[in-house]
């Protein structure tokens, strides 16, 4: 995932939520502003010392600063959680970004807690820096769209071409939803997938019942299958 790829859902998180968003400003990767309220992010395609140390020194800026990375492939791990540590300990919010077949989506895992000084001088730079600019707006897409795993729209995503187009070989599912396709096939762990022969599977009836549990998932991959 490339930093370019963290901005978009980044900027659309904080835009739902009633900010106006710009980037590359005074040297910050993303700025957020609503009212009084500034918040600076910087992204990064691995949470790395350049990363903290980027983000320590944005912390005289404004008391709200988050770094932003792609979603590690075990978020669970023993690393994930050390590094988490390291972020909640410098008063840093983290926010991790995904990527299924249908959408990049950003998660907000910590949120600041800074309680240290604000250089005054560099804060109103930026605010000028920002005055001045035509700040980005609405993106549209997925607007009120809850986050969920990447894992989980992926199987949403199978459920959606299974339901349309009946019992699928792998190789032609993968094409759509990813090379994870195989795995989440196998591992099966929601119920909704049944092999129907060696290669070929079909949709359960478990499955039918409860991918109507998410109606916008499901519309987003109808958009996805008509494009295809």
């Given at each position: 995932m ?39 992010i910087e ?46 300990r ?132 109808r958009?996805?299958?008509n494009?295809?």
């Open positions: 490339k930093e370019t790829e963290l901005f978009e859902p980044v900027r659309h998180h904080f835009e739902t939520k009633g900010f106006e968003v710009a980037a590359e400003v005074n040297h910050c990767d993303v700025v957020a502003l609503k009212d009084s309220q500034l918040i600076v992204l990064k395609k691995s949470l790395n010392m350049t990363l903290l140390t980027q983000a320590v020194d944005r912390q005289s800026l404004t008391r709200e600063v988050f770094i932003a990375i792609p979603e590690p492939s075990k978020p669970g791990g023993k690393r994930f959680r050390a590094q988490q540590k390291v972020v909640k410098l008063g840093l919010g983290l926010i991790t970004v995904y990527q299924s077949p249908l959408r990049y989506a950003a998660n907000i895992r910590l949120t600041p807690d800074f309680k240290g000084k604000i250089n005054q001088r560099r804060r109103d730079q930026l605010l000028k820096e920002i005055a001045g600019r035509t700040l980005q707006r609405n993106v549209g897409g997925s607007t009120g769209i809850p986050v969920y795993t990447a894992y989980r729209e992926s199987a949403v995503t199978l459920a959606n071409l299974l339901m349309i187009q009946g019992p699928t070989t792998v190789s032609d599912l993968r094409q759509l939803a990813g090379e994870k396709t195989q795995s989440i096939l196998s591992r099966n762990i929601y119920g909704w997938f049944e092999r129907e022969a060696r290669g070929i599977y079909k949709l359960s009836n478990t499955g039918r019942t409860e991918i109507a549990e998410y109606p916008e998932l499901n519309a987003l991959a958009q996805l299958l494009r295809s």
